[in-house]
């Protein structure tokens, strides 16, 4: 079975990327006990000053879903949500095939 992989962009209000990573790394911290999760890499751009990027591989896109059931996920998720801009966007998926 090839790993599942999703990248996304999340986009902080001006003056909220450092808060909104700073919760994203918690997550990542969340993540690494997570069933199936191999990476949770939070990144900047420092030439989007607004947007945090997140890369994640997991075993099986089913183990990113159960994700979401990890305790002190869904706080996170509602901390993060008033600091974004608009509503998130659906990641790229992708399949790693080696």
Same mark, same amino acid.
């Given at each position: 079975?090839?790993?599942?992989?999703?990248?996304?962009?999340? %986009? =902080? *209000?001006?003056? &909220?990327?450092? +808060?909104? $990573?700073?919760?994203?790394?918690? @997550?990542?911290?969340?993540?690494? %006990? =997570? *069933?199936?999760? &191999?990476?949770? +890499?939070? $990144?900047?751009?420092?030439?989007? @000053?607004?947007?945090?990027?997140? %890369?994640?591989?997991?075993?099986?896109?089913?183990?990113?879903?159960?994700?979401?059931?990890?305790?002190?996920?869904?706080?996170?998720?509602?901390?993060?949500?008033?600091?974004?801009?608009?509503?998130?966007?659906?990641?790229?998926?992708?399949?790693?095939?080696?």
């Amino acid at each position: 079975m090839n790993k599942y992989l999703l990248q996304g962009k999340l %986009t =902080a *209000k001006d003056g &909220q990327r450092q +808060a909104l $990573a700073e919760i994203l790394i918690k @997550a990542s911290k969340l993540m690494a %006990t =997570a *069933k199936g999760c &191999q990476l949770y +890499a939070v $990144a900047l751009d420092e030439t989007d @000053a607004n947007s945090v990027y997140i %890369t994640e591989i997991w075993d099986s896109n089913e183990d990113h879903d159960n994700s979401l059931k990890v305790e002190g996920v869904r706080e996170l998720i509602m901390t993060a949500m008033p600091i974004l801009d608009g509503q998130p966007q659906k990641g790229q998926e992708l399949e790693i095939i080696n």
